[in-house]
């Protein structure tokens, strides 16, 4: 709250107005757009496996909800095409280097929710750190990010978006495998805190580049839109990510504890509960699969940005918008 409230005062001061440009309200593409992917996040929330291990994909509430996510999505895209002056425009999309981007957000927004969400839990559960301690424990991201994003401003000009972000797309599979070897007997140094300041530089090399590429040879009238489908693509890929990675997670916690517990001596019973090794292992075990799955989605993000990213250095804007 301190830190939002002095920004929108500083913001005053340091921003320049944007500059003004009529358009008209595209009303039907507001309605069908946000009914989409409303009902895209709900119905994947849903659907997706939980703590219970109960997998929901096949339930009414979810096949609504997707089959209408699909159907809004389609109306939309229709829309967009036809309209004269669309809230989205489709061209946006036919740029190689700007359809990279929006992919490579997808897959890096999947693996950043998926990772805070099961190391949180990790942490706090497995190891019994507050919340207060869970929180700090990505200070080392955190601190990590700034500085390494400070870099990256400095170098993008000097050699162009395409070699920081091939750099920090190769470290993002290294630290994800290197996140997901923790289990309840790893130390925080080796097992959180030094694959986290890999995955901050990652982030730090990737991003910076990518705000800077959402713009390149954009007018003045279309950046805003161009630079929302940033944080809408994070969005739509970290609920996406954490419901695929959390069905699977949860399915390995839960299969495990089952076969633990098919393991015992006949009429002997164990309490399974948060703090019980049985838990504990098995919820170490459903946090390895589920950063091994987001270590995956970063190796797709590597292809991604090996295959599309061509942007010259000339054609990018002065400065990051980091957002």
Not at 34 to 45: E, K, Q, R, S
Not at 284 to 308: D, H, P
Request: net charge positive.
């Amino acid at each position: 709250m301190p830190i939002g409230l002095l920004l929108a005062l500083g913001a005053r001061r340091v921003l320049p107005e944007s500059r003004r440009h009529p358009h008209r309200w595209d009303l039907p593409g507001a309605v069908t757009g946000t009914a989409g992917f409303a009902l895209l996040i709900y119905g994947l929330t849903c659907g997706a496996t939980g703590p219970d291990g109960i997998s929901h994909w096949a339930d009414a509430p979810t096949i609504l909800a997707l089959g209408g996510a699909a159907a809004a999505l389609i109306a939309f895209a229709v829309v967009e095409a036809r309209t004269a002056q669309p809230l989205l425009p489709l061209w946006i999309f036919a740029d190689r280097n700007r359809a990279g981007v929006y992919l490579i957000l997808l897959c890096l927004a999947s693996t950043f929710f998926g990772m805070f969400f099961f190391l949180t839990l990790f942490t706090q559960v497995t190891w019994g750190y507050s919340a207060l301690a869970g929180g700090l424990a990505y200070l080392p991201f955190v601190g990590g990010f700034i500085v390494f994003a400070g870099l990256c401003s400095k170098l993008v000009p000097r050699v162009g978006a395409r070699v920081p972000m091939t750099i920090g797309a190769v470290l993002a599979p290294a630290g994800m495998f290197w996140l997901a070897q923790v289990n309840p007997h790893s130390h925080y140094l080796t097992g959180v805190c030094l694959p986290l300041l890999v995955f901050a530089a990652t982030a730090g090399l990737i991003f910076v580049p990518l705000t800077m590429i959402l713009v390149a040879g954009i007018s003045d009238q279309h950046s805003g839109v161009a630079s929302s489908m940033f944080n809408a693509g994070q969005q739509v890929g970290g609920a996406v990510g954490l419901a695929v990675i959390g069905s699977v997670a949860w399915t390995v916690v839960n299969n495990h504890v089952k076969d633990s517990l098919s393991r015992l001596p006949v009429g002997r019973t164990v309490a399974v509960r948060p703090g019980s090794p049985i838990y504990d292992h098995a919820l170490s075990t459903g946090v390895t699969a589920a950063l091994t799955i987001g270590a995956g989605a970063t190796v797709l993000a590597l292809l991604v940005t090996l295959i599309t990213i061509r942007v010259r250095r000339e054609a990018l804007p002065a400065g990051p918008l980091i957002g």
